[in-house]
């Protein structure tokens, strides 16, 4: 995992777990560094080296500072998948995308608009600045604003949490007292979005500034309550786990292979299928609000 230290990976073990058990004879081993660093990763992916482990399955702090590690590890005939944040395609086999970059970027935009009533200022709360999905998305974002129906929302600022929740809050309260006219926060990622709407709460500005984003169910469903988030998206991070494990097995054992158009099967979920650059995408982002975020809650 990126780190050790945030919510998402607190639900993601589940999914591995399930895989394993459903092919057998498989033992997975579910670690990352305590904070989330290129460098914390090269070193536990050193180790596994060290353990002639099979597979390596990773989401990737920064996409290319992995890849000497990565690239020694697929030299020893370790299988090499990264999921979620990608690696560059010569540090992996596959990447296993939990959506498409283009729904999860105008997923955000949409959601954001609606709460803003189609117009007004919106900022982004990003992960780090290398955060290789976070910046896919952001890009997106960037294009959607350009749509014709979007042009009376305006991004002034694009900030960066690093995935930390002390210094997320801090940009969160940044954005809300440098732009006092801001009517929405997106934060494309599960910490950004929870220190976002604590920021939002503090600062008496519920019902003035909306946030969205993608965040857990277990984490947000206070947040819905209070109103500062009316809706949020997420892919279910038990079933990615789970597929990029049963990928993973699936090279392992010869039956997947590295190329355009080569469909990989995720067991229960079915098949993906390759593209050029080595990607798959799992499925598109759910939508959460009042009406589901509790039910949701006690599962992730």
């Known amino acids: 995992m990126k780190g050790l230290a945030t919510g998402f990976p607190d639900a993601a073990p589940t999914g591995p777990k399930e895989a394993a058990s459903q092919i057998g004879g498989v033992e997975v081993i579910y670690t990352g560094p305590t904070t989330p660093s290129a460098e914390g990763q090269i070193e536990i992916i050193n180790s596994l080296i060290s353990q002639k482990v099979d597979a390596i399955v990773v989401s990737a702090n920064d996409p290319n500072a992995l890849v000497p590690i990565t690239k020694k590890a697929m030299q020893r005939g370790i299988k090499v998948i990264s999921f979620d944040s990608g690696l560059a395609p010569e540090g992996r086999q596959m990447q296993l995308n939990p959506s498409n970059p ?82 929405a926060i997106i934060a494309p990622t599960t910490v950004g979005i929870v220190a976002a709407s604590k920021a939002v709460a503090d600062e008496g500005l519920v019902g003035k500034v909306f946030v969205t984003g993608l965040g857990l169910p277990s984490e947000m469903a206070g947040h819905v309550k209070s109103g500062a988030v009316r809706e949020f998206a997420i892919w279910n991070p038990i079933d990615l786990g789970y597929a ?22 995720v067991g229960r979920l079915g098949n993906v299928t390759l593209d050029a650059n080595g990607e798959a995408a799992l499925g598109p982002p759910f939508t959460y609000n009042a009406e589901n975020v509790e039910q949701f809650a006690k599962l992730f």
């Open 102 to 183: 283009q729904m999860i970027g105008e997923k955000q935009i949409q959601m954001a608009a609606k709460e803003m009533g189609g117009k007004g200022e919106l900022a982004i709360l990003s992960a780090s600045a290398q955060a290789t999905n976070q910046n896919i998305w952001i890009g997106v974002m960037k294009e959607t604003l350009e749509k014709p129906e979007y042009k009376d929302l305006k991004l002034v600022a694009t900030v960066y949490g690093d995935d930390q929740s002390d210094k997320s809050y801090r940009e969160a309260i940044g954005l809300l007292r440098s732009h006092p006219n801001l009517k």
């Open 244 to 265: 990029a494990t049963y990928a993973a097995h699936q090279f392992v054992s010869g039956k997947a292979k590295a190329e355009n158009g080569a469909s990989v099967s």
